[in-house]
């Protein structure tokens, strides 16, 4: 495979002569450069009016390479041929570079340019390339690949720190600027009317080395925030050392290549609007730098922005009212790293009723303008701090977080906008910290986390109850002046508390069923009846300890009760039939069966009316065999007597689906958050352990 390189452009604010004086004392060796051995030169040629010089040198290089490599390969040194050409006239130099050594099996090419900055004739520009083929090495390609390609990286940072050195090595003796080259006729003119070519300084009486000494004048561009920045040229064509280093982060110079070669790519093949560059950025460190995956992934997501119209959502998309009102998350100032700070109080908010209010669109696009939000909070970060800054932080609050949050529906909802997310939106979260987590988070997270990328999760900090307030806790990531009040710091958060959304603003079942994503027809979702003498059982086998059983239904007629059974006897399916209705359930608890002998209840009953919606969960104890039963509720009261003689055949009906976490996947979930923070291997040891096995069920009213 051929490995490439692109350098940005890196500036020197020095004129072309004066850089090309330093750059001629690297010759014949450098002791800044311990790999180059030696050189020496092999031609010379001069054009006729010493405008032009061609320079062939021979470069002996000491690889760092292992000892045994080398013997293998039979060399003690490599040996290299460079070419260049000095325009004098032109104001540039081009560097050609190739290998002697080993050139039948290994192709090392190699280009460099020194060229006038185009906006600033008192600066020189330096730009290279180069390219790696190893077609065959004694069997070793893929380490000498490896060794070739660190030791290029090494040079090329230090290529540019030994330019400098000569350079302050001229100004500490004295030498600051060097004149231009003249053909030889205009100097004779220049010297015969006594003048001076314009843009120099004539040569001062006395000055030593018959050197004048200016400085050259500075222009530089002024951006919107009043920041100077020097730039070699356009961006649209080219990316400046000191851009990057200012906007974008110190990337490694394989890195920069990577960025310039795929923004290069982009704006030969790319029809339409070229992301901005730190978003190319984030596509390729996702990738950690592999630009064939990063060119994939982000093309598949400008195929995607395009279909829908993201890039004009923050201009054309009005929040609805209820979003406004019940949605409670928004920005709040920033963290100690000047990241921007959004905070989400997810255990306030309603997921259930914004899902039934609202579509899964809505919600997408209500996550998808806090992105967008997010990423322009981020420039204006960079701008403000002065450092780059390409992600946020998100504040996570869980409290009043229950059982009532694993809707089913809801949860899918949230796994597929998690899909979109992590696929157009990578290294955008910084970091994520989870406060006041209940014990029924490992639940949720084990149900989400298979789709959260690898090195997102490796940003979450989790802490349990009001761990959060204690030593290493939330102070150490946010300003106390910043922290919201309502988490006991300083700062009034603005801030929508959420709550219930009222079941009036619902959609209708109707409109429900005409949804694409249909929330209460869902596939996964069963339908049962139960009649009284005849309840509803469900048979659920655990065959490792630990694992959680999770439980999400409607109750859409009557009322209900819900217990879970416990045994280690296989049940034998009997039909029950209703009395006088005709219709059968199966039974799997045997009339035979001893209470606390053959079998046992390790639920409390739960009663629940018409109407409710209840998640639950229930961590198993033991394997064996689990029977989940919802059974008729027989009437309490004088108005639950009248109700019921109005039901049908005393019949109810339930809307169910249940899930199994196994044992593996619930405990490695948790455990890869648990290095994150202590407080939350308190929380998963209180919520795995065998002393509290019973499950917590909510019940939405």
Known sequence: MVQEYQSPVRVYKHPFEFVMAAYVRRFPKCHLIPVFVDSEVISENQSPDGSTLVTERRCTIDIDAPRLLKRIAGVDYLYFI??????????????????????????????????????????????????????????????????????YASSIKKGKEVIEFYLRELEGEGVTYLPRWTAPAAARAISASGGHREGTAEVPAGSPDGQCRRRPSSQTHTLSDGMQLQVCVSSADKLDADYIRRYLGDLTPLQESCLIRLRLWLQETHKGKIPKDQHVLRFLSARDFNLDKARELLCQSLTWRKQHQVDFLLDSWERPQLLQDYYSGGWHHHDRDGRPLYILRLGQMDTKGLLRAL?????????????????????????????????????????????????????????????????????????????????????????????????TRKKFLVFAGNDYQGPGGLENYIDRAIIPDFLGGDSMCDIPEGGAVPKSQYRTAEELESEENRLLTDSIYKSASIFKGSPFEMLVEITEASSVITWDFDVSKGDVMFRIYHSKRAPQAVAHAAPSIGSVNVALIDRSWVPGRDYSMVETALACKDGESVQGSHVARWPGFYILQWSFCSASSLDDVLASLQASFHRCKVTYYTEVLASHDFRGSVSSLESSHSGFSQLSSATTSSAHSQAGSTVSR
């Not at 069997?139 to 390609?149: D, H, P, R, V």
């Not at 009532?404 to 899918?412: E, F, T």
């Open 82 to 151: 460079q070419k260049n050409t000095l325009n004098r006239r032109d104001r540039t130099l081009h560097i050609e570079v190739r290998n002697e050594t080993f050139s039948s099996r290994v192709m090392v090419h190699e280009c460099c340019n020194y060229t006038v900055h185009p906006e600033n004739e008192d600066w020189t520009c330096f730009e290279q390339t180069a390219s790696l083929d190893i077609k065959s090495f004694f069997g070793f390609e893929s380490t000498a690949e490896k060794i070739a390609m660190k030791q």
């Open 359 to 455: 579509t899964e669109e809505v919600l997408l696009r209500q996550v998808l303008t806090i992105i967008e939000e997010g990423l322009q909070r981020c420039e204006e970060n960079t701008r403000v701090f002065g450092r780059p800054i390409s992600c946020w932080t998100c504040l996570l609050d869980l409290e009043g977080l229950n059982m009532r949050h694993l809707w089913r529906p809801g949860v899918k909802a949230l796994l597929r906008i998690i899909e979109v997310v992590e696929a157009n939106y990578p290294e955008t979260l910084g970091r994520l910290l989870i406060l006041r987590a209940p014990r029924v988070f490992p639940v949720l997270w084990t149900l989400v986390s298979p789709l959260i990328d690898e090195n």
